[in-house]
């Protein structure tokens, strides 16, 4: 099976430029989120979709960051203007347990991005 | 706010001996925790997991215990070895739709 993919791997721009990252779910997952992990500290959740539905994005900082997932499938993460602050490691997961359920969220290798 | 804590940075350890992470969380309403292994340029790994309604479970080297009374948890990994070298996090969900939130992590650096 394959697992949760992420591209591009690393990116480097300058300070006010944009960003995109890229997340493909495993297949039949309905819950993708997308969590940042800052060096040396836990992901910290950003928004998360149950299908093509925003659950929860109460710490995406919606001036700058953007998130969306059309057609319930894959996923994309916007950062327009990047601050020095926004260099992290971009992690995608997905889960089968739904809203409801507990489960195992399966990460993918995470985007990283340094802002100069 | 809601957040969960680890008690120790950093663990070194000797190869064969038994290691212990501690973590506290804070949100009495979480009632299912997991335990993840981060290496270095990788995404998190699901270890194990265990439900409120439990205050051990074992898995293959591997022994979570859940403390409900003082909010803690710990991840017991019996005969450590260099390739459990690696960052851990516990991660709770408040039971809000299946999120988690992470601790900070401890660091295990197992020496051969």
């Known amino acids: 099976e394959a697992g949760v993919a992420q591209s591009p791997r690393y990116k480097i721009i300058e300070k006010r430029q944009s960003v995109a990252f890229w997340c493909n779910p495993i297949?039949?997952?309905?819950?993708l989120y997308w969590y940042q992990q800052i060096l040396g500290q836990g992901p910290k959740l950003l928004i998360q979709?149950?299908?093509?539905?925003?659950?929860?994005d109460s710490q995406l900082p919606k001036d700058r960051f953007s998130a969306e997932r059309l057609k319930g499938v894959d996923s994309t993460l916007k950062i327009q203007p990047a601050k020095l602050e926004d260099s992290a490691v971009y992690l995608c997961a997905s889960s089968s347990s739904g809203l409801a359920g507990h489960g195992e969220l399966f990460f993918g290798e995470g985007s990283r991005l340094t802002v100069l | 706010g809601e957040s969960v804590g680890l008690h120790l940075p950093t663990l070194s350890v000797q190869e064969g001996d038994n290691s212990i992470i501690n973590c506290a969380y804070s949100n009495s309403a979480s009632d299912y925790f997991i335990w993840y292994k981060q290496e270095s340029g990788k995404g998190p790994q699901f270890i194990i997991d265990i439900r409120s309604n439990m205050d051990k479970r074992q898995g293959q080297r591997v022994t979570v215990l859940l403390n409900k009374t003082v909010k803690h948890l710990s991840l017991q990994i019996a005969a450590t070895q260099p390739g459990d070298s690696a960052v851990y996090f516990c991660?709770?969900?408040?039971?809000?739709?299946?999120?988690?939130?992470f601790g900070q992590g401890t660091e295990l650096s197992v020496k051969p």
């Open positions: 991660a709770e969900n408040p039971n809000q739709g299946g999120k988690l939130i």
């Open positions: 297949s039949g997952h309905a819950t």
């Open positions: 979709f149950q299908n093509n539905g925003v659950v929860d």
